[in-house]
Every structure is written in C-alpha cells, then in structure tokens.
C-alpha cells in the first residue's frame, strides 16, 4: 500500500519532530496519503467541502484559540466532522494544549494526535521536507551511475557490454562510483534525477574475473559518492556496421525516466576504442555545453558564415 | 570511375548535416569516394575533410566515385544531393 505511516514520523531520526502522542494511539497504521500539510481553519468553522483529508492536519494556537471562541455543541459538531474523515493524524505544534472534546474524540475514532515542542517555522519545513522525499517518484535501472568532473554519467546497455569494466577504468583515473548495477532513481523537484546505490550493495562492484570488490576501501573515500544529479547518459552497444552513428553532434538524443529527459549518447563498443577516454570526454563535452559552448554547434555556425561571406565576395567580384 | 557535377542548392551549403548524410552513404558501400571544388579535393567518407571544401549555396561540387558499387552510390549520392539535403 501506498502513503507513509504515521507511526513512521514518530520513528523518524531519534524523535527529530519531537512528538508526543496525546491521543488515538490505535490510528498509529493510519497512512498518509499526499505529501502536503494542511492548516484545517475552513473546516474549523465548518466548512467541509473538498477538505483534504488524505494528509496531515496541522492545528497551531491560532486554529486551538479559534475553536474556544465556539460554542461547545459547535466545537463538538465542528470536530466530529474532521475526525469523523479518513484524516491520518492531527498535530499540533509549539507544545499547544487541545480542548479536551478533541482528545475524546480522536481516542473513539482512532486518529492519533501528536503535539510537538517544536513551533511551526521549525517543524512545517522539515516535515514537508521528509513527506516530499517519501513521496517522490522513483524508479531503478540496470545500469552504472559514476561522476566525472562533476557530471553524473549513467552507463547503460545489455549486460556483459562492459560497463562495470569501464566504470572501473574511469575509477582508477580518479573518477568516483555513485553505483554499479542496479541504480535507484529519484524523481527531485519534479524536473531533475538523483541517482544513488542500493544500501546493500553500495560502493560494491563486481568485476568478471575479480569477484565482488569493495571500491571504497580499494581506492579510497575520494573515489566513491553517494548520491549523484544525472546529468548524461551513455549507450554502450556493439559496434555495428551497418548502423550509422552520429558523427557531428548535432543528433540530440535524450532518454526519458520518470518523465524527465537527459542528454544520451550512443558509443559504439570495438576492440581498440578507448570507452573509457570518451566517455571522459562525453561529460567533460556536456559540462562544456551546460556551460554555453556546443562545440558542434559553433564550428557549424562558423562554417556556415564562412560560406555565405565566400558568396557574397564571389557576387561582389562578379558584379564590379 | 563515374564523375558528375552539381551545383549546391541548399541555402546553408554543405554544413555539418548535409555532410552527416552524405558520410552515412559513402560508410555503407566499398567504392572510394571523392568531392573536388576549386581544385580542392577530399576523400568522401571523412566528414571533417567534406567540410573543409566549404561549399556554399551555387557552388560546383565534383563528384568521383569509383569501385564495384559506383553506380549505386552515384544514385543515391545524387538523389542527396539534388533533393538540396532535405533542406530549403
């Protein structure tokens, strides 16, 4: 099932949100279901229409004094309509007392009410913070993650084509591992992928011929990364003689994950092809281009005017 | 040996994609393939050779071609070329 638990943002850290639980500890499985918070003062006041009931509420002294100033039928009424919705838990923030109808409430109808020490300016960030990392899409690929000068480069391609062989060459140059075979990506910001290793096997290749090694403690705490922004992929496949590849640079291919398009390349595998020097040289290409310079794209901009300034010499001439 | 002339019709010349077309023929076939202008003349399956010719639009390109699938490559480095590269 989709959502995180509530009980999970009590677990979270050593208590880092500071939370009590006051109240409904039945509701501890209780799941949430969006990643935002939600400031109920509409339906404080009764108003229920498209509450969204499906994340958290967050009460602060504000909503608590605004439900002293009802009447006690109102404020019963008013919270059996919020408590009586699938909410997953009510917190309330800066130590905050709750009316005692609130309590009562909550315990019959099972929905946990946790109280921080915290006040909202601290607790509000962090906890959007930790809800957007839950809720963020992911995905994992069969593939390489290594960073070269800062450019995260995923390496793909069937399996046995070389990419661990390669990920290690670019290592022994000084290069750093973000993870080797199965890759998690995240989906950051909605616009971008951050790439990291299975906790398991995390700065773990495998080498055929070499068995399982440990790059960290083989070359050292500079030639490993946990996470990396992907900025290039790369396609490794066989060479194929029939296949024509891009041989200017203009071609712009992309690989799409998660709905997010990178840059890729395709780099033809055959005995006597350094891989691993052009692959250096891919992202050394890409930094260049996020930097504003596209190679390619300049020198045919200065051919092309090379060109047309020859023509216009030739009519001039023709014309005198 | 074939040899034909044309004259460059695109509006950019033989920029850097017209030339990417133009390799991709002559890379699938044996034949030898040159281009010639103004007494220049390059080998036509290297790219960066083909755009040192720098012919721009009206200019004279030579074509020679020579091996046992010449006149398949004349085709169809003809049709490219006559087409203006799929560009205006």
């Known amino acids: 099932m989709s959502g995180i638990k509530v009980d999970d943002l009590l677990a979270k850290g050593d208590n880092e949100f500071e939370l009590t639980l006051l109240a409904g500890d039945a509701g501890l499985q209780n799941r949430i279901l969006a990643p935002g918070i939600n400031r109920p003062g509409l ?10 009931c499906d994340r958290l509420q967050l009460l602060g002294k504000r909503e608590l004094s605004y439900l002293s100033t009802l009447s006690a039928k109102k404020r019963r009424e008013h919270l059996g309509s919020i408590l009586g919705s699938p909410i997953p838990c009510i917190i309330l923030i800066s130590d905050a007392s709750p009316p005692s109808e609130l309590l009562k409430i909550a315990q019959k109808k099972a929905v946990p009410v946790l109280r921080s020490s ?37 390496l793909i391609g069937k399996s046995g084509i070389g990419k661990s062989e390669c990920a290690l060459e670019l290592i022994s140059r000084g290069h750093r591992l973000v993870a080797d075979d199965v890759v998690d990506i995240k989906l ?22 070499l068995g399982v090694i440990n790059i960290s403690k083989l070359f050292g705490a500079r030639a490993v990364r946990n996470q990396e922004r992907v900025g290039l992929v790369v396609q490794l496949e066989d060479w194929d003689a029939e296949k024509a590849y891009d041989r200017i640079g203009l071609m712009e291919e992309n690989y799409e994950m998660l709905g997010v398009k990178v840059p890729m390349i395709t780099v033809p595998v055959k005995p006597g092809r350094n891989i691993s020097t052009i692959i250096e ?26 060109m047309q300034e020859e023509k216009k010499l030739i009519e001039e001439i023709k014309g005198d | 040996m074939i040899e034909k002339t044309f004259i460059i ?34 080998n036509g399956k290297s790219i960066m050779g083909i755009l040192t010719l720098a012919a721009g639009r009206d200019s004279e390109l030579v074509l020679y071609v020579d091996g046992e699938d010449e006149e398949i490559v004349m085709r169809k480095l003809s049709e490219l070329i006559e087409s203006g590269f799929g560009e205006e």
Do not use: C
């Not at chain 1, 910001?189 to 290749?205: P, T, V």
């Not at chain 2, 994609?17 to 002559?26: N, S």
């Not at chain 2, 699938?28 to 281009?35: C, T």
């Open chain 1, 188 to 209: 950051k910001a909605g616009k971008y992928l951050m790439g990291n290793g299975a906790e398991l096997i995390r700065h773990h290749m495998e080498i055929r011929g």
């Open chain 1, 43 to 52: 339906a404080l006041a009764g108003y229920m229409e498209n509450f969204p």
């Open chain 1, 118 to 154: 915290l006040g909202g300016s601290m607790l509000i960030p962090q906890l959007h913070d930790f809800l957007e990392k839950q809720f963020e899409p992911r995905t994992s690929i069969h593939a390489v993650l290594v960073d070269l000068y800062g450019v995260g480069v995923l």
């Open chain 1, 281 to 306: 040289v891919a992202a050394l290409n890409q930094r260049l281009i996020r930097m504003g310079y596209h190679s390619a794209r300049e020198f045919n901009e200065r051919l092309i005017g090379w």
């Open chain 2, 9 to 42: 019709k695109n509006k950019l010349g033989l920029h850097a994609r017209p030339a990417a077309l133009l390799v991709r023929i002559t890379n699938q076939h044996v034949a030898d393939v040159y281009l010639a202008r103004d007494g220049n003349k390059v």
